[in-house]
């Protein structure tokens, strides 16, 4: 089975500084990987993803990940922080397999907090 | 396109009520899914459905059931609400449930407090 881990619950960032926010995943094969972003009070929405194609990955708001799979992370980064960056982010794998193993599994999300 | 709509956006139960979180996505997808998002613990599958007329359980599915009413909707129902369904609830939906690329995408959630 897939797991995914998140490294940091909370992350703070002063305003035009890297974001870093760190995804590690447990996968027999090297799996599809998401970021997804949440916003106050609302649903998550898909900053990315990596399907195998290409291991670096741009996003959508100037985000990009990058599939290493010796070190199975899928970390994601953002060169200079905005104050509308600040929600929660999360990771997620889903095994390239079928039956319920496909479906997708999270982390639990870091909270980014961007200083001005 | 609305994408996904979920009813209610709050709910108060007391413990061993009874309540149906609502689901609908205009995006012609055929599988839906149900979460619950706990601080710390990120999404917990609960139940989906693959397609029309089928459902299967999640991680967490004991004190839920569910129900695909037709391609659109995807009904939650808790028949005997407890404390430790408190929780945010999510709908979402895939075009393809059988590919793993394919993106999900979530309703605005159901925040439920159970007393």
């Known amino acids: 089975a897939q797991s995914v881990t998140q490294l940091g619950s909370h992350v703070s960032v002063s305003e035009g500084a890297l974001v870093l926010l760190r995804c590690n995943y447990s996968s027999s094969v090297p799996p599809y990987l998401f970021w997804y972003v949440q916003y106050p009070n609302q649903g998550l929405q898909l900053l990315l993803k990596y399907t195998s194609a290409a291991t670096l990955v741009k996003g959508i708001n100037g985000f990009e990940a990058e599939f290493k799979k010796s070190e199975t992370s899928f970390h994601l980064t953002k060169p200079s922080a905005h104050m509308s960056d600040a929600a929660e982010y999360f990771c997620?794998?889903?095994?390239?397999?079928?039956?319920?193993?496909?479906?997708?599994?999270f982390g639990s999300g870091t909270q980014l907090t961007v200083l001005p | 396109n609305a994408g996904v709509t979920q009813t209610p956006k709050f709910q108060v139960l007391k413990t061993g009520q009874s309540m149906t979180l609502q689901c609908a996505q205009d995006?012609?997808?055929?599988?839906m899914y149900w979460y619950r998002q706990d601080p710390g613990m990120g999404l917990r599958l609960i139940y989906y459905s693959a397609s029309e007329g089928t459902t299967d359980k999640g991680e967490v599915p004991n004190g839920y059931n569910v129900s695909r009413l037709n391609k659109r909707e995807f009904s939650l129902r808790l028949e005997s609400a407890a404390p430790s369904q408190t929780s945010v609830y999510f709908c979402?939906?895939?075009?393809?449930?059988?590919?793993?690329?394919?993106?999900?995408?979530f309703g605005p959630g159901t925040r439920l407090t159970v007393l």
């Open positions: 979402a939906s895939t075009e393809r449930g059988g590919i793993s690329t394919d993106t999900q995408y």
């Open positions: 997620a794998v889903r095994a390239i397999s079928s039956g319920s193993a496909r479906q997708l599994t």
């Open positions: 995006m012609n997808h055929n599988s």
